[in-house]
């Protein structure tokens, strides 16, 4: 028998989730039919103590701080590091400052596994929320730490449980995210989960979500989920946690039981050792005075190296793979792109597969040589990971390796980046991932200004079916749904595919209409994929005068296309003001700003106020530039006309 339940949420009760302020969905790491199943099954259950494993930005917290109103219960909420793992400038669950009315039910514990906190919080416990490490024995061992301290008939509910199985997680490491949904098959209970319509959502092979009601059955059947501690861990436990956890399972557990976890630690470490042994045989010559000295002398290189050091820190707590062999192991592997930086690599043009985390490039001191080089590199990369970047988009891959090498290399901070029209914002993820890898990341006190209206309207053609589709899949619409409508909004889609980005927190995510938004004072680099009509392009336009002359890059996405006539024609009519830098094959043209252009000069609409041949000879002016190729994409405009 098929014996799993589903849960439907009402009206009312979704009612009740979305009267909350949206900000905490840029943040939550949970699907929308997540969210509503997580809030339903708090309303239904009505618990008084509810206690959450792993926080991150703390979106979870806020949608059941938000349903525990109902029900008037307080939240209790762990998590193994005091900050959030993908800003370690904000603590952990920093999103929940944002509802002040919630805190007051909420109760905090940072900077340790979950045995450390468990005495204090107490027992009672009748709803569990678990989201943490998705690799064995993570949400294993999360489960049995806390199990003693649950009611017999507790709700535990785990996230990613088909993790390893969605479409989009393409590396493979993905592909060992599999604890999740082994130990909800294990552990004996009444188990629930939302009903999802898989004809619309036809990239979920099954629901990431699962519930688990516990009934007397579960605590007699502990040996099933001890027994997966067998699994092939991913990580190991550091010395500090194994003897907490050995501690706290002899208070609650059998000697047996214990001493099966103590001997399953000791063997999965020997293997650990062991594969990492096989694969790096000349490491494992090396004594271990060797290597601690070694380890040493790389840590006096990379003092001031804030994430260096952070991986360090989680390396210490047991979250990477523990031990010395393994701290050494993996400091090595993180510190091969840094200790590249002290070599000067040629650029070779007649090598055009360039190895980019080993190349490093020696870049001339003027900007117009320097943006270049940069475009000449984004066209000429191979095997440049960009393809594992998840926001999808129309960009080429030439335009998002040029992003990335604009933030990463060009980008001095004596502006802000201006990225107008990011769509689902894969743009933005270019610029936010360069960024993050800026060797002045820290210092620069700028940020990238990311504007998107989120509604399509009428305006996009056939070829962006696909994107419609990404969009109809995510609100879960169905495929004959009119997303065109004007009062359709994709706004929090955007804001999730944002706030994922490595480099987030530089990301300033604006959502409406262009015109009415406030801007950056000064603009270092300007990249405009929404100047569609002649309104918008002028618009646009205006803003030039916040661009810096010697160093601002202006990147116009829709130049090397047809029918966008009025950007070439401003762009000829304003051409004594820039430097032609470079293109990427198509779409994508690149100007310097050599000098300041007069307020008047912007006030003027050239492809409104000339007549037809001046607007022809503008349109033309830069054509010289570009290859045979390009130039006949260019002039399919007066074949639209």
């Excluded at 239904?44 to 703390?58: C, D, M």
């Excluded at 806390?146 to 088909?162: C, E, G, K, W």
Aim: aromatic share 12%; glycine share 6%.
């Amino acid at each position: 028998m098929f014996n799993l339940n589903y849960i439907i949420p009402t009206k009312e009760e979704n009612d009740i989730l979305n009267r909350l302020d949206q900000k905490y969905t840029q943040y939550s790491e949970i699907w929308v039919y997540e969210r509503e199943f997580l809030n339903a099954l708090i309303l239904r259950e009505k618990p008084k103590k509810v206690l959450e494993i792993g926080i991150a930005a703390g979106g979870s917290s806020v949608i059941m701080a938000n349903a525990l109103k109902e029900t008037a219960g307080e939240l209790f909420s762990c998590d193994i590091s005091h900050t959030y793992y993908r800003n370690v400038t904000k603590p952990s669950g920093f999103i929940m400052k944002e509802y002040p009315d919630l805190m007051k039910r909420c109760n905090q514990y940072l900077g340790g596994i979950a045995c450390n906190f468990m005495d204090e919080i107490g027992n009672g416990i009748d709803f569990v929320f678990i989201d943490t490490a998705h690799l064995f024995p993570g949400e294993l061992l999360d489960f049995l730490m806390i199990y003693p301290y649950l009611l017999p008939n507790a709700t535990v509910i785990f996230h990613d449980t088909s993790l390893n199985l969605q479409l989009g997680y393409e590396e493979v490491w993905h592909e060992r995210f599999v604890v999740t949904g082994t130990i909800c098959s294990v552990i004996v209970g009444e188990k629930y989960q939302p009903l999802v319509d898989f004809n619309k959502c036809s990239n979920l092979p099954c629901s990431n979500i699962t519930a688990i009601k516990l009934t007397p059955e579960t605590g007699q059947r502990l040996w099933e989920v001890f027994n997966l501690l067998v699994h092939t861990w991913e990580y190991s436990i550091s010395e500090n946690d194994l003897t907490l956890l050995v501690k706290h399972f002899e208070k609650w557990y059998s000697k047996e039981a214990v001493d099966f976890f103590k001997r399953i630690n000791t063997f999965q470490n020997y293997n650990f050792e062991r594969r990492w042994r096989s694969s790096h045989p000349k490491e494992s010559e090396k004594s271990q005075e060797a290597i601690v000295k070694e380890a040493s002398e790389i840590s006096q290189h990379i003092e001031k190296n804030i994430s260096i050091q952070m991986f360090l820190k989680n390396c210490i707590k047991g979250i990477m793979p523990h031990g010395l062999l393994g701290i050494y192991r993996k400091i090595k592997s993180k510190l091969k792109n840094i200790a590249c930086r002290e070599e000067v690599m040629p650029i070779s043009n007649d090598n055009d597969n360039y190895d980019y985390d080993k190349i490093v490039v020696q870049f001339p001191n003027d900007n117009l040589s320097k943006g270049k080089m940069l475009i000449d590199l984004a066209n000429k990369l191979k095997g440049y990971a960009v393809n594992t970047w998840k926001n999808p988009g129309s960009l080429i891959v030439e335009e998002k390796r040029l992003f990335h090498l604009l933030a990463k290399h060009y980008f001095t901070g004596e502006g802000d980046i201006f990225d107008a029209g990011i769509n689902l914002g894969c743009c933005v993820e270019g610029f936010a991932s360069g960024f993050a890898k800026n060797a002045n990341y820290y210092k620069i006190n700028k940020q990238i200004w990311a504007y998107e209206l989120a509604k399509f309207g009428a305006l996009r053609g056939a070829g962006y079916d696909w994107i419609r589709d990404i969009i109809k899949h995510y609100y879960d619409k169905p495929k004959d749904y009119d997303i065109d409508d004007g009062d359709f909004s994709y706004a929090e889609l955007v804001r999730r595919n944002v706030a994922h980005l490595d480099g987030a927190e530089k990301v300033k995510l604006i959502i409406g209409e262009v015109m009415e938004q406030e801007y950056p004072d000064n603009i270092e680099i300007m990249f405009l994929d929404l100047c569609k009509t002649p309104e918008l392009n002028f618009a646009m336009q205006k803003l030039y005068s916040r661009l810096i002359p010697g160093k601002s890059l202006l990147i116009h996405q829709d130049y090397i296309y047809p029918g966008t006539m009025w950007i070439r024609v401003t762009m000829g009519y304003l051409a004594e003001y820039f430097d032609y830098v470079g293109s990427t094959p198509i779409d994508s043209a690149v100007w310097l700003l050599k000098r300041e252009i007069p307020q008047n000069v912007l006030n003027v609409d050239p492809y409104s106020a000339f007549d037809f041949h001046k607007i022809v000879h503008l349109h033309n002016y830069w054509n010289h530039v570009f290859n045979d190729d390009q130039k006949a994409i260019i002039m399919k405009t007066f074949d639209l006309m």
